[in-house]
């Protein structure tokens, strides 16, 4: 993908099957001929997705594919994720679970194998900048093309956030650091400083709640809180590689 804006999230409110997958089919082919080349559906209230929803979302990755772009099912069910599973559509449809295990500590002693501090310009239209310079940063690791946009995707939320708390941007920082099983980016500000518990749900209607839940369903770790060395916000984010969540 060259731009990073053409993103939406849609979110069935009952089943796919044969009688919701006309509205969705339309709903995706609108939102690609308008030009938004990543969509996640997030499948929070999907109970079942039967053959025609399969052949429907099936047929929009791969159309999406062909320009491109990315189709993802998020916050799939246990019962929808092994259905999946058999049908070994879990790769091809870009799945993630709605509970996901807990993201392992990292060993006694581990060391990156890099890491690269970076000083952020002031101005939200260096955002672009910022996401494409992660992506790259991350071409030499063990990971999808579409796990690097998500990762990089994510960032782009935490600048954002940063960029709002921190009277545009000034003094933050972000850092990439790459170790054997996971990629971690860190962004602080230097704003009043939040944090946000791990099980906590932000208010959709809230800016900030909406970048929150975007970057959850994007990574393995999201973690908010108030810096510990000074004012400002600390936000983590952590992506595991997938050979590492197979382990």
């Not at 919701?20 to 559906?41: K, N, S, W, Y």
């Not at 998500?150 to 933050?172: K, P």
């Not at 369903?217 to 983590?236: K, N, P, Q, Y």
């Amino acid at each position: 993908m060259n731009e990073w804006n053409d993103i939406a999230v849609i979110a069935p409110v009952r089943d796919i099957d044969i009688a919701t997958v006309p509205a969705l089919r339309d709903q995706i082919d609108t939102l690609v001929a308008e030009g938004v080349r990543r969509i996640l559906i997030n499948c929070q209230h999907v109970t079942f997705i039967d053959s025609s929803g399969l052949a429907c979302l099936l047929s929009r990755e791969r159309n999406l594919n062909r320009l491109g772009g990315l189709l993802s099912l998020v916050n799939t069910s246990s019962d929808v994720t092994r259905s999946l599973q058999i049908a070994r559509l879990i790769d091809i449809l870009h799945v993630t679970a709605q509970v996901r295990p807990p993201v392992p500590l990292l060993k006694p002693g581990a060391m990156p194998l890099w890491s690269k501090s970076v000083s952020v310009r002031e101005g939200v239209e260096n955002l672009g900048y910022y996401r494409h310079r992660v992506s790259d940063m991350m071409a030499s690791l063990p990971m999808s093309e579409s796990d690097r946009f998500d990762m990089a995707l994510a960032t782009g939320e935490a600048l954002s956030n940063a960029y709002d708390h921190a009277n545009g941007g000034a003094g933050c920082m972000m850092m990439v650091i790459a170790y054997s099983d996971r990629v971690v980016v860190e962004v602080r500000d230097c704003g009043c400083g939040y944090e946000i518990a791990p099980t906590e749900e932000p208010d959709e209607s809230e800016e900030r709640g909406r970048g929150i839940r975007l970057m959850r369903m994007l990574v393995d770790s999201v973690e908010v809180r108030r810096r510990r060395e000074a004012t400002g916000t600390l936000v983590r984010l952590i992506k595991l590689y997938k050979a590492a969540e197979a382990a």
